[in-house]
């Protein structure tokens, strides 16, 4: 029996346990954090102790704590001191990885995102590429992955143009749509009085039982929560199956910090649990499957062959840029709802989209691209409060506190009152945005840490000059008294650069056909050796303009089916 | 007689039977260590914080969060000693006085909308890194609050409660204690909005107070309620109007996300 190791047991890891165990591996995953679902691989849904807690997870509960686990952040390679110590864009470290609390939003990428140097054009100063494979070649895996994880959404409601245009569907979801929230049915109303086309959001929550699992209940702690009932959809689904093909192991607490290589080889993976325990884990293959920043990070440890100095370059997170709508005559209530928001919109992602190359043309680009908008979304109440209390110290610091922070908190305007648009706008590859290893700062194991360096170059500052008045538009069309629509990583008030935090993490281990221009080969394998696979979001060549995570395990499905001889 | 192998390695036999005999003991640490402060706060209903350290807190507290018994603009309005800040705050600091820590209450929910076991109230054991990292943390805030005790105290000349209500704000506001106070009212807002079996919320009061359900599993919410229309109108004036007048600034702080600290 061939058996592989894997590092991580998040979207791409359960998909290649599955696949593996499925053509008769034998899969061990060694996984850092702890397993919060008992019972996978047994019964199903498992049982969970996620709750509706905002409290839980602001004291990383699932996410991991910078205490223990570090990064370090700084805008450039030229900022030599003074860099950032602590959370740095993570993902949750439990099994599960970041689909354990994310917002199970599952839109695709489109056939410029894999073709974007081709179709696109090249731009000064940026790496980008295409991907050695094309939508068409990914479309099949989609359409089986909806149905694994359990998709909902509504392709009739989906406009050709520019989603189905560029990311041709050839069947509908397995679930019909569920209900609109307010704040969103808000928001799209008002999209649409300017020509612009919302649609509901493809979610992998379930609008009717499926999967073995309930409906969702609309209780409104989705994003960034763990699911109390099993009604999200997650890497779960497909990490139960593995187990219960008898020939995978899940090993959680237990962090690989090496991956043991003879020649071009790789024997194992070596690791050490929560109580100091080491040891190596053996196989035929090696998988690196821990997240962009975390894989590029173990290949960095283990010194891996890298004669073109490629790994952990080109990472991408995504802009964010944030409208905040405001209403004087009604609360939304938009924590009543499934998933964080119910609609979204891919208007702002199309680099043809109306006057968008003209703008870029006068600011020497061949083009720019905004991303996927998250349609009426809100905050929670404890992040709520602890912004209050920021702006009375700007506000009124002779008296930082009081009735004046009880007042805000009754009329809540950045909460109850508050419409959320979301843009995820498309970040462009730049060697000059990577991972590397900090020289100074060590984690709890005494191992180095994540050194992140980023900036948005000219191409993010472009697109959000360009998207912002149209954001502010949108929110004011929906009825908002106030509105404001700003960009989410902009240097502000002496600080050196706004802390990454979007959660979608893509590049650092880049697939391409070249072994000179990339990291790993497309079917994942990296370049100068012969059985060390990377399994996540790092092997992104292009950041696309959307939610990651379904791309993400189709990504490696396909690589999986090619492994396991089933492709 | 079998020796014990590592007593040829340099440990005595006194010591291995030593470290044998302390195994029991090292078990019982946590009820220990809670009931050596037990004793240093004799008399005190709180496992933490002394009577007056407890006094304090409510009073720094009550003023960050006034409720009706602070301002009478705030009738009908709790505040934070309403919602028992305080114990919200000792039940941190004491966190790791129980076998399981109070840090991760558990799940899949409450008993508050069925009927049956409350989930929340057993809580999670944190893994060891997180055990690690939080014992460093709230081995720090215990030192933090005594210190930040003393300080009131000193600027008050003597005792922080005895100040007027102006005074105690002067001395909140003031510079030397102003990350204190930034601290306490970061648990403030944690202690009135946070579920209640972390100690504080007592009564719902919290999320009565601005109109939130809090945790609603697993009952949920409806179709209707997802989308029914809830007018409220407003007309601005005081704060609200000030932060409606610089919206965009406000915005941009709140999306830097420089305020999450």
């Known amino acids: ?567 | 007689m079998v020796d014990d192998p590592r007593v040829g390695e340099g440990f005595t036999r006194r010591r291995v039977l030593g470290t044998a005999s302390l195994l029991p003991l090292a078990a019982l640490l946590p009820e220990l260590l809670a009931a050596s402060r037990a004793e240093a706060a004799a008399g005190s209903p709180y496992r933490f914080f002394t009577s007056h350290q407890a006094a304090v807190i409510d009073a720094a507290t009550r003023r960050i969060a006034p409720g009706p018994e602070d301002d009478l603009l705030e009738a009908g309005h709790p505040g934070a000693h309403e919602c028992d800040v305080v114990r919200y705050i000792d039940t941190l600091l004491s966190a790791f006085d129980h076998r399981v820590p109070k840090l991760f209450a558990g799940g899949p929910w409450s008993n508050r909308h069925t009927k049956g076991v409350n989930h929340m109230k057993t809580f999670v054991k944190p893994d060891r890194a997180q055990a690690q990292a939080w014992r460093k943390r709230i081995k720090e805030l215990q030192r933090t609050y005594r210190n930040g005790v003393t300080a009131l105290d000193a600027h008050a000349k003597g005792d922080f409660t005895k100040a007027s209500a102006l005074q105690q704000d002067r001395i909140l506001a003031s510079s030397g204690i102003a990350a204190f106070t930034s601290l306490l009212f970061g648990h403030t807002i944690e202690g009135m909005y946070s579920n209640p079996e972390y100690g504080g919320n007592k009564g719902l009061a919290g999320w009565k107070e601005i109109g939130f359900p809090g945790d609603i599993q697993p009952r949920g919410y409806t179709t209707h309620e997802l989308q029914a229309p809830e007018i409220s109108i407003i007309d601005p004036t005081g704060i609200v109007a000030e932060v409606l007048a610089s919206f965009p600034q406000i915005a941009q702080a709140y999306a830097s996300g420089v305020w999450r600290g």
């Open chain 1, 1 to 567: 029996m061939r058996k592989a190791v894997i590092a991580g047991s998040g979207a791409g890891a359960s998909v290649m346990a599955l696949t593996l165990a499925e053509a008769g591996w034998h899969v061990v995953l060694l996984e850092k954090g702890p397993n919060y679902f008992t019972g996978l691989g047994e019964h199903w849904p498992p049982k969970t102790v996620f709750s509706n807690d905002n409290l839980k997870a602001n004291r990383c509960f699932e996410q991991p704590d910078p205490d223990a686990y570090p990064r370090t952040f700084r805008t450039s390679a030229g900022q030599k001191k003074g860099y950032y110590v602590g959370g740095v864009n993570e993902l949750p470290v439990a099994v599960g990885g970041g689909t354990i609390h994310y917002g199970a939003a599952m839109p695709r990428f489109w056939d410029i995102d894999f073709k974007q140097h081709s179709m696109l054009g090249p731009v000064d100063g940026a790496d980008v590429a295409d991907w050695p494979f094309e939508y068409a070649d990914l479309a099949p895996l989609y359409d089986h992955l909806e149905r694994a994880i359990g998709v909902q959404g509504d392709m009739s409601a989906m406009p050709h143009d520019p989603v189905l245009k560029h990311a041709p569907r050839s069947r509908d979801y397995p679930m019909k749509s569920g209900p609109q929230k307010r704040a969103s049915i808000l928001v799209s109303g008002g999209a649409r009085t300017l020509g612009l086309h919302p649609y509901p959001f493809p979610s992998a929550i379930n609008s009717e039982p499926y999967n073995g699992r309930p409906q969702c209940n609309n209780c409104g702690f989705c994003n960034a929560y763990g699911c109390p009932t099993g009604a999200r959809g997650s890497a779960l689904d497909i990490l139960h199956r593995a187990l219960l093909t008898g020939r995978v192991e899940l090993r959680p607490e237990t962090m690989v910090h090496r991956v043991e290589m003879k020649g071009r080889r790789a024997t194992g993976l070596r690791w050490v649990d929560q109580h100091g325990r080491r040891g190596v884990e053996h196989g035929d293959i090696v998988i690196l499957a821990a997240s962009g920043i975390e894989s590029a990070r173990l290949a960095l440890m283990s010194r891996l062959p890298d004669p073109h100095h490629r790994i952990g370059k080109r990472l991408m997170f995504h802009y964010f840029t944030s409208g905040f709508g405001v209403f004087l005559d009604q609360r939304l209530h938009a924590y009543k709802s499934w998933g964080a928001e119910t609609a979204c919109m891919e208007d702002f992602a199309d680099p043809d989209f109306l006057g968008a190359r003209a703008f870029a043309k006068a600011q020497g680009l061949p083009y720019i691209r905004g991303g996927l908008c998250e349609m009426g979304g809100s905050e929670d109440v404890i992040p709520e409060a602890q912004f209050y209390q920021y702006i009375l110290g700007a506000i009124q610091p002779q008296q930082p506190f009081g009735r004046a922070f009880k007042e805000l908190m009754r009329t809540s305007l950045l909460r109850d009152r508050l419409m959320g648009i979301q843009m995820l706008g498309h970040d462009l590859p730049y060697l000059s945005n990577n991972v590397t290893l900090d020289p100074k700062v060590r984690d709890r194991h005494g191992f180095p840490v994540p050194r992140i360096t980023y900036a948005p170059g000219k191409h993010e500052n472009v697109a959000q000059e360009f998207y912002i008045p149209l954001i502010t538009a949108v929110m004011l069309a929906s009825g908002a008294t106030a509105a404001a629509a700003v960009p989410a990583n902009t240097p502000l008030m002496g600080a050196g650069g706004v802390i990454p935090a979007t959660r979608h993490i893509l590049g650092g281990m880049q697939m391409g056909t070249r072994a000179n221009t990339s990291v790993v080969d497309e079917w994942g394998r990296m370049h100068h050796t012969d059985n060390v696979y990377v399994a996540d979001g790092g092997v992104f060549a292009t950041s696309g303009a959307s939610n990651p995570t379904l791309t993400i395990m189709a990504v490696v499905l396909r690589m999986a089916r090619r492994l396991a001889g089933t492709a």
